[in-house]
């Protein structure tokens, strides 16, 4: 079946260091390819995405792109700050048998500290 | 605005008491979706909904049940038979369920507590 699998966490910064949080899928075909954050009591937002192979998905300094060789999509940032403290998930969205749904990491928390 | 509304944002229950938890979202959106977040597990999802009047099973769906009769609601009910009810649940929406690239947009969640 679909998997997502992330680095464990939490993991703790200085502010305006480089972050990267680490994200390998297994999907059948061609998934799209999902970073979600989370910031604490409320519900995900979505940071970026990309739909294929060798797609750069960006927004608020954050990147990531997608590897179909190494089936990954791993988050960066080339500089934090104590705002991006939150829970950030990696997801895909593939086809399985029932029609095709969204399969998540289990979440890494990044603590940024001044 | 557009969006997704849950509520209650906590809710307290007695143990062995069914609680409906609701989703309204006003995207028109086709698809929407209830998930279950615990502590270090992430997201797992209950049931889905494609199309209105029709529903499955997620990867957790036992002591859980769904209904979809409008396209803008899509309540949860926890029954008596969920072993372990206490928990975060997320409900969420999708432009087209069967199209690949598009993102799932959340509410803020309800955190159920069983006493």
């Known amino acids: 079946g679909n998997s997502v699998t992330q680095m464990e966490g939490p993991v703790t910064l200085s502010e305006e260091a480089f972050l990267t949080i680490n994200c390998t899928y297994t999907?059948?075909?061609?998934?799209?390819l999902f970073w979600y954050v989370q910031y604490p009591g409320e519900g995900l937002q979505l940071l970026l995405k990309a739909t294929k192979a060798d797609d750069k998905g960006s927004n608020k300094g954050f990147e990531a792109t997608y590897r179909k060789e190494t089936t990954s999509f791993h988050l960066e940032k080339g500089s934090v700050q104590v705002s991006d403290s939150a829970v950030y998930f990696c997801?895909?969205?593939?086809?399985?048998?029932?029609?095709?749904?969204?399969?998540f990491g289990t979440g890494t928390q990044l603590k940024v500290e001044l | 605005d557009g969006g997704i509304t849950q509520s209650p944002k906590y809710l307290f229950r007695k143990e062995g008491q069914n609680v409906t938890l609701s989703c309204e979202q006003n995207l028109n959106h086709d698809a929407m979706y209830w998930y279950r977040q615990d502590p270090g597990q992430g997201l797992r999802l209950i049931y889905y909904?494609?199309?209105?009047?029709?529903?499955q099973k997620g990867d957790i769906a036992e002591g859980y049940s769904v209904s979809r009769e409008k396209k803008e609601s899509f309540p949860l009910t926890v029954t008596s038979a969920q072993k372990n009810p206490t928990a975060f649940y997320l409900c969420a929406s999708s432009i087209y369920g069967v199209r690949m690239n598009t993102e799932a947009f959340f509410g803020q969640g309800t955190r159920l507590t069983v006493v």
């Open positions: 997801a895909l969205r593939a086809l399985t048998g029932g029609g095709n749904k969204l399969t």
């Open positions: 909904s494609q199309i209105v009047n029709d529903f």
């Open positions: 999907a059948t075909g061609y998934p799209s």
